[in-house]
């Protein structure tokens, strides 16, 4: 295992070695929920999380097989039918630069794809409340999207004598409720940033 990322305790999203994605929920008589490879190329899954927003109306029933149907109101389970909360759409990264986006309640297929770094990511963090991730690369160099895919920033190297100082990115975090993003390089230093249009401090 990789990398991964929990929801309330009970379900687990785990990214493999060879670009695969394993869902898991340990409410369920069978653990595993879903398996699929959102990343075309073999290279580890580096980054995983679960996107923000959850609905706690929006529950899904699934039989022993597996089949699921979503409702957004209250319902009344059948013989062999289980209720789980579930958050169903995950991004994904892998260190060959690409970010998947899935929506596991449709299909295994993905539904967006960035091409964020050419075979150097090497971190992702998804913020948990604003629409925005971020992937860091080890070339030096931090990309923030929009959930929809659209680059929002680029946090980059500058070589001059007064210029921004970044190392190459080993991980990121957001802050959970400010849009502040920490950065951590290989050589030991942590920055955080923040966005232009905030309030001097």
């Given at each position: 295992?990789?990398?991964?990322?929990?929801?309330?305790?009970?379900?687990?999203?785990?990214?493999?070695?060879?670009?695969?994605?394993?869902?898991?929920?340990?409410?369920?008589?069978?653990?595993?929920?879903?398996?699929?490879?959102?990343?075309?190329?073999?290279?580890?899954?580096?980054?995983?999380?679960?996107?923000?927003?959850?609905?706690?109306?929006?529950?899904?029933?699934?039989?022993?097989?597996?089949?699921?149907?979503?409702?957004?109101?209250?319902?009344?389970?059948?013989?062999?039918?289980?209720?789980?909360?579930?958050?169903?759409?995950?991004?994904?990264?892998?260190?060959?630069?690409?970010?998947?986006?899935?929506?596991?309640?449709t299909s295994r297929d993905t539904y967006l794809t960035i091409?964020?770094?050419?075979?150097?990511?090497?971190?992702?963090?998804v913020h948990r409340h604003a629409p925005i991730i971020a992937?860091?690369?080890?070339?030096?160099?931090?990309?923030?999207?929009?959930?929809?895919?659209?680059?929002?920033?680029?946090?980059?190297?500058?070589?001059?004598?007064?210029?921004?100082?970044?190392?190459s990115v080993s991980c990121l975090a957001f802050h959970p409720?400010?849009?502040?993003?920490?950065?951590?390089?290989?050589?030991?230093?942590?920055?955080?940033?923040?966005?232009?249009?905030?309030?001097?401090?």
């Amino acid at each position: 295992m990789r990398s991964y990322s929990t929801l309330h305790g009970s379900q687990l999203v785990a990214g493999f070695a060879d670009g695969s994605l394993r869902l898991y929920d340990v409410r369920s008589p069978e653990p595993l929920v879903l398996a699929t490879r959102p990343h075309q190329k073999v290279e580890r899954v580096v980054g995983l999380s679960f996107q923000p927003g959850l609905d706690p109306s929006k529950v899904a029933s699934c039989n022993l097989s597996l089949n699921c149907q979503v409702f957004f109101s209250s319902l009344s389970l059948s013989q062999g039918q289980y209720l789980f909360l579930f958050l169903f759409q995950v991004v994904s990264a892998s260190q060959a630069g690409d970010i998947q986006f899935l929506d596991l309640r449709t299909s295994r297929d993905t539904y967006l794809t960035i091409d964020a770094h050419r075979g150097s990511l090497t971190a992702l963090a998804v913020h948990r409340h604003a629409p925005i991730i971020a992937s860091g690369s080890a070339k030096q160099l931090i990309k923030v999207f929009s959930l929809e895919g659209e680059q929002l920033g680029r946090i980059l190297y500058y070589p001059s004598f007064m210029g921004q100082k970044i190392g190459s990115v080993s991980c990121l975090a957001f802050h959970p409720y400010q849009v502040l993003l920490a950065a951590g390089a290989v050589d030991s230093l942590v920055s955080v940033y923040t966005h232009d249009n905030s309030p001097a401090r």
